[in-house]
């Protein structure tokens, strides 16, 4: 870590600090400059914290060296995880499509769509039981009963379910019917949620929040994993800025930097990240080509019906369209589809 | 509503959609222009949602005309909302200073400090007992110990206090001790926990989201309304903007608007709104003059020890200058402190 | 044109606006709401900019329906323009390839960078001669003799070359040595310099701005072809957004949107849209992947003395892995290399 | 400057960099830590240009110390800037108002002007006679007759004026008509007219860009002041976050910070900062509170006949009101109007 004085601080006061940083076992370094002087801390600096250097009003500025987050870090474990959803490996050889309705809104919509999805080889079905939505007077999803029909679709089609979960109270009674656990970008740092999600021992997608950080995605991430769950797949769905002609910018360089920073599979979410059923595919290409582990898309059978989400969805010529056109892009990333 | 079809799109496919908003009770409104056609719906648009029409794939565009949140909106109830928190009409002639630490950290420092910004003459005490943390390794709150203390502190005082709630599940423990519950940025759109605070008869102190436009801020405080809780401060934090030489973007130009559009109060938190301790007193003089109804304020005894927010805290001395900084302000902003 | 009134706004006022719009020769509509009434306005509503409704304080909010752009859309010329770069046709079949140092910094320099380009099959040669810097401390750039050097290079391998050009004044000089001039982020909105580009017959490459919409990027294309010059390549090189671990955030999304919304080439510039040299590889095969029509992408024999951008800089082996990595995303894409 | 390697890097890397850093003179700090190694470098960091270090492949990440900008630095230089708009000292106890049309539209519109804001007090006139605009198609500006129009108001009110400048070969032309140069948010980082404003002798008010950093902003400004003119006024006139209820964000924040960090003065624009009429006066009020040396506010006998900017700009009524209302907060801020 290294610790920039304001300027005008003397050697008494700097003399002191890097006294109480060698108290914490840490090797200081003091460096007085020309302008102002700069401390150094050798070691794992996270014991700092204990120091709370930040508050020091003769403190400028900090500046970590280390990531704060430690167990999804590639540097420290090199290896990539494969989660496992169903019997599909997310994060392996296969690049991984989840498709479905944004929610579940009957018996028909969800196993129609479920079979259709099927039928185009994807690896697991998504659709929402508790949808958290913008505004109260808007549909808000079809609780309990959504999940239920979600593992009836899971029963005819054997496809896996992902299904988003809105509160940490949630987390049981989901775990009853689904095989993946969404979490929202809206509740990225609900941290008891991430905690509830890490004491079980479901998959969990962790959506990036739309103005998270990488760093602070990657940060949600370890809270899951320190509870206890390896099991997390990250997914780039867009990130809010000052661009509206696009409901969200969907940012790939945020999916290659974390390929290299975390050891955590990575998919993208088309549909949200963009918010324009004709840009899912074009954007769905791109995730393979970045170097993706896969795809998140909505799909429905009558988009035009949906209660959410119809305007980004795609029906079943477009989603044939979107895996034909797909499958070049995913080979000349080395993967299959 | 304002309905912008896709170029292209015809006579028999406009008119059809004309009758679909005809069958909603609507009065429709059919432009046949040069370029595109553009239909329109008279009415209480709210009622078109049923209707889909942002999925139908011969619309482009959907323009709507009426605001979303309702119960919030100062164009159906221009009366000023006064919040009571405790005694103190928060929204009403006096100025609402809100002060104390981030973090309760201990039996004497919640009550030292709660007695230094009594003396001051403070409206309420600040303090959280659960603390939303970026990092699963930083201090997390001491939760319900916490609580006890801050109600210690009130017994102590006569302040009432207000604390931040991070789960649906935790308001009536909170409730038990608090005396307005504070639902922080992150959880703006955390919609349980919304719903929640809206079943509780207690204030709610309602952070806007570090990305939440002004619409999406003022339909989360419809949710809490719209749950039955009339009580809801609305508190302008900072936007998370390109800029990193501030920790967020102050935005009064948020406040300004948002005493235009709704009746509830507004307060703003410049400690979070800046991260810097020097800027707080210069943007709590802007708060005040720009019209809001009161601060929120960072205090800590000893800002070089605190747990959290130390960087941004001010110390008694600090806090006294703020004090005295911020009268004429207040005063020429026709509002007593 | 929709024309929404303020509340309140009651029906003679409302008349008075219409008689305003007939008076332009454009079909007036008039539809009173239950909580506010609005207009409409039918034909080109460019002609309404005379009547400055958005200043009337009786009216709320504008909506125009029509993009305020013409001789780039492609709603009103579908057919894809080709550019031609020297004797390649950019905007055609060929997937692009521009590549070069960011500066030209000496003979040896931009020749041998030149020649290893050459080798790799590129469409044309890039080298800042005037380089727009933060700091006035930076190196500016070599100006003429830098030109001339590109000239030099030209004559060698016969690769067009194209520069930045950030003044109007320059472009003559420019001019006699460049096949295509640069206009940068930063110049966008440059309204002189577009013009001087736009009365100039050369290849103009014009570069998003960090934070210009789609639309303001498409009106900046406008000024050139309005000014005489159809020869526009659009690059997308990335906008600015909270995001501060890649140098900006490239967006993507909006390659696909302008391919769809505009008969103009579109190129991306990983370089500068992440910053970092192992992203640029991911990127470009995802910019193909996206749908560009080619990529820029900075190149140097030894990026480690570059005076300029040498962090995002490719050396002879990354730009030969890049060529190769590249080729099935192209061809996936139906384009050649 | 701090230098973090990458991990990885060993000991013979590292002591070639520190070998490096010594061979500028400076004094090298080297720093093996557990994860990785840092090195430091004491001096005058701005020499460490020479090294590109950034672009070493060795290194991670580069950490300056130093600001980059040196002569506008109030650590560098206390002293408040006085710049002398006319017999005006913007900076000095006196709040500076400055007021007038967006663009010169004509002699009466002109003139009238000026004689009303004259009647107010204020130090400046405002009026654009080169108009950067958005669409090639919306007003331009007058142009020298502009210029002429604004010496005729200069010669009956005594008022000096401002007006932009948007190419650096006008700047001469400028000189013979108006007081003060204004450079316009798009033109910020336009650095060949920032050296011409620096050659000139004239007072220059230089606006934020709309995606520019704090730093940036200093840098350029730093630009015309190394360029030999040291009369440069800073302007704040908000920023592009994803927040669209405003035309833009105000920054306030950087109003406080800057004047911590620059000896110029500081003045800010609320009328493009909010784009709304009545959002000028709160956010004038606020200004002052927050410590500007003044504000640059649109005006406009007849708003609704504006050529540009009408829905911002305030009329006679409007400008009296704002100017009695900002008193008080002027003289709360210990200035005086």
Redesign the interface.
């Known amino acids: 870590m ?1 610790i ?1 004085l304001k ?1 005008g601080v003397g050697e008494a006061d700097a003399k002191e600090l890097v006294q109480k940083i060698e108290s914490t076992g840490l090797k200081p ?1 003091y ?6 002087t ?1 401390l ?1 801390a ?3 600096e ?1 014991v700092l ?1 204990s120091l ?1 250097l ?4 003769r403190v400028d500025e900090i ?1 970590p ?2 990531s ?2 430690k167990q999804v870090s590639r ?1 420290l474990n090199p290896i990539d995880t494969h989660v496992m959803l169903g019997n599909h490996a997310v994060g392996g050889e296969k690049f991984t499509v989840i498709a479905g309705p944004c929610g579940v809104e009957g018996r028909d919509q969800i196993l129609d769509v479920a079979e259709m999805v099927k039928g185009h080889g994807v690896a697991a079905l998504r659709g929402g039981a508790f949808k ?7 549909f ?1 999803g079809m609780g309990e009963a959504g999940l239920k029909l979600l593992k009836e679709a899971n029963a005819l089609t054997g496809l896996p379910t992902v299904s988003e979960v ?4 949630d987390v049981d009674l989901m775990a009853q019917y689904v095989d993946g656990l969404q979490i929202g970008a ?2 990225m ?4 949620l991430l905690e509830a999600a890490g004491e079980c021992g479901l998959p969990v997608l962790l959506k990036r929040g ?2 998270a ?4 995605f990657l ?1 949600a991430a ?2 899951i994993v ?2 206890g769950n390896p099991n997390v797949i990250l997914c780039e769905r ?9 409901r ?10 974390l390929k ?1 920073k975390t050891h955590l599979p990575v998919l993208v979410d088309p549909s949200h ?2 918010g ?4 899912v595919a ?2 769905s ?7 993706a582990d896969g795809i998140i898309v909505e799909a429905h059978m009558n ?5 959410s ?3 980004q ?1 795609l029906d079943g010529n477009d989603f044939a369209a979107l895996m034909s056109g797909l499958r ?2 995913v ?3 080395g993967k299959r589809l």
């Open positions: 290294i920039i300027a370094l460096m007085p400059g020309v302008e102002r700069v150094g050798i070691g794992d996270r914290q709370h930040d508050s020091d009003p500046k060296i280390l704060k987050y540097e958290p939505r913008t505004s109260p007077y808007s808000q809105i509160e940490a109270s809206r509740n740092q609900n941290f008891r739309m103005s950080t990488i760093e602070e940060l370890e809270y320190n509870a867009g990130i809010r800025t000052f661009e509206t002609a696009t969200n910018t969907l940012d790939l360089n945020a999916v290659a930097y290299r990240g963009t324009i059923r004709e840009l074009p954007l290409y791109a995730s393979a080509a970045v170097g988009p035009k019906e949906a209660l989400d119809g305007h969805s070049p892009f080979e000349a990333a």
